[in-house]
């Protein structure tokens, strides 16, 4: 029952994690998902998804509003489909994964870079969500 | 028979429970491994995310295969908010059967996945025999 067990998981997951809200909303989508890290300065935030052994070509990168997709596919080299299978722990084909990120970003300015099966995404915030210092007066 | 088994991973642990002395104490993660048997040999694939090939230690030592990966610190300046990626090296043993040649074995990294290709010896390649007409 892989789906009865991703309910379960999902719901753990919302009690358990402090930072559910702002994580990967999964979908039920039947496949693999990539493991993320997000990380948040002044500036930007920064996605980075685990997509090791794929092709630039196969990765797309979408924003919709506030949330940020990643999807594509895996494939399988040819040369391993023919042999004999002694060890099979890798996923292939078509993945998903959905974050709501928690300020706004400039659409314009998003950037991603594929290195070391890393996808690493920079999306600058917008100036408004920026913080900012607010000078002390003394009277 | 299997030429490519595991062995000795025990001493590796989950960075949960991360005890055992990493680069810098944090355990290591086993990779995800595909084995597949072809005529000339075996290939093995290791799925290493954020390695680049000279975080790469291929060793053979007897008839034991250690794969170690270690990560590029390049991560970005900034506060990691979410995480689920376990951030530590990878390492991974298996056993080889004497069918694998180990002086000719070869190793190709390509985004983050490591292919090794290992050949079996000559003596343990199928060989077809020729039937003579008496």
């Known amino acids: ?139 | 028979m299997n030429a490519v088994t595991e062995s000795r991973n025990q001493t590796v642990q989950t960075p949960q429970s991360a005890q055992a002395p990493g680069q810098d104490g944090r355990g290591y993660i086993i990779p995800p491994a595909n084995i597949v048997a072809t005529q000339d040999g075996y290939i093995a694939e290791l799925e290493m995310p954020g390695v680049s090939k000279d975080g790469i230690e291929v060793t053979v030592e007897g008839n034991e295969l250690r794969i170690i990966g270690r990560r590029q610190n390049d991560l970005p300046d900034a506060e990691l908010c979410y995480c689920e990626s376990a951030h530590a090296d990878y390492r991974r043993v298996f056993e080889l059967g004497p069918d694998v040649d180990t002086s000719r074995i070869t190793a190709e990294m390509k985004q983050g996945v490591l292919r090794l290709f290992l050949p079996k010896s000559e003596k343990a390649k199928p060989k077809q025999i020729e039937v003579k007409v008496a």
């Not at chain 1, 196969?58 to 399988?76: F, M, N, P």
């Open chain 1, 1 to 139: 029952m892989p789906e009865l067990n991703r309910i379960q998981s999902e719901i753990n997951r919302i009690f358990e994690d402090p930072f559910s809200l702002l994580a990967p909303s999964t979908s039920f989508f039947e496949g693999w998902e990539p493991k993320i890290d997000i990380y948040e300065n002044n500036d930007n935030i920064t996605v980075r998804a685990e997509l090791p052994g794929m092709k630039k070509e196969d990765i797309t990168v979408s924003l919709d509003g506030d949330v940020l997709t990643i999807a594509g596919e895996r494939k399988q080299e040819e040369e391993n489909k023919e042999g004999e299978t002694y060890r099979a722990e890798r996923y292939f084909g078509r993945f998903q994964r959905s974050v709501t990120l928690p300020h706004p970003v400039d659409m314009k300015k998003v950037q991603a870079t594929y290195k070391d099966g890393v996808l690493t995404i920079v999306l600058p915030k917008v100036e408004e969500a920026k913080p900012k210092q607010i000078d002390v007066k003394s009277s």
